[in-house]
């Protein structure tokens, strides 16, 4: 239980071309998800703390306007990566909370996005 | 004060010994405790987790030892083996907020 799943695990994209990042939680709805960077032999770095049916919160220092984050459903948060650069070249990792679990977060496996 | 400070940055152990990881915090307000095994191109997955009200919680080859008074809390690896071999983080988080991560241990255990 509580598998977490993103989509897709890689991406090569256009400098100046959108990108969209699924997360799903695939046997347990998740009121919370959260949105994570990871560069190369470092620790994650939180996004945003996205909450179904309202705003994400990002936190200081990411821009809401290029990376814009939808959390529909309570098993789908989706992170866009608008007018990507290369410097938004990263690992993308989405994590959900799961209530039932006494607020334990699960990680996806992540989605390796390289913008040329 | 909401960091979360963890050591060593690395760590090489013979097959069979203990690795030993440990981490600081300074908000008493944090009330859970996860540890993470992430391997390279994955996700981080969730190892074992405490809540401060226990002093030590095992699961198989894997303990967390808790020190509330010293605010510190440390991972024990038994009889480690290569398969081991990962990057760990410890992470803190009150009132089921966001995780507050280590900086990461990357453990090497050779055979």
């Known amino acids: 239980g509580a598998v977490v799943s993103q989509h897709p695990s890689w991406v090569i994209c256009k400098s100046g071309t959108s990108v969209k990042i699924e997360c799903r939680s695939l046997d347990f709805q998740a009121t919370t998800m959260f949105w994570y960077r990871q560069f190369p032999k470092q620790s994650l770095m939180l996004m945003a703390t996205?909450?179904?049916?309202?705003?994400?919160?990002?936190e200081q220092g990411v821009e809401k306007d290029k990376f814009l984050i939808n959390h529909a459903s309570l098993t789908l948060s989706t992170l866009t990566v608008t007018s990507a650069h290369p410097e938004d070249s990263s690992f993308y990792i989405c994590?959900?909370?799961?209530?039932?679990?006494?607020?334990?977060?699960?990680f996806g496996p992540g989605t390796r996005l390289t913008v040329l | 004060q909401q960091q979360v400070k963890q050591s060593p940055q690395s760590l090489i152990v013979q097959k069979g010994g203990i690795s030993i990881i440990n981490c600081a915090y300074e908000n008493t307000a944090f009330d859970y405790f996860p540890w993470y095994q992430q391997f390279p191109g994955k996700g981080p997955a969730l190892l074992i987790a405490i809540r401060p009200d226990v002093s030590e919680k095992k699961e198989g080859r894997f303990t967390i030892s808790f020190n509330k008074s010293a605010k510190q809390f440390s991972l024990h690896i038994m009889d480690s083996q290569p398969g081991d071999s990962a990057t760990y983080f410890c992470?803190?988080?009150?009132?089921?907020?966001?995780?507050?991560f280590g900086t990461g241990t990357r453990l090497q255990v050779f055979p």
């Open positions: 992470a803190a988080t009150y009132n089921t907020d966001k995780l507050i």
């Open positions: 996205s909450n179904e049916g309202s705003k994400a919160t990002y």
């Open positions: 994590s959900a909370r799961d209530f039932d679990r006494e607020d334990t977060q699960y």
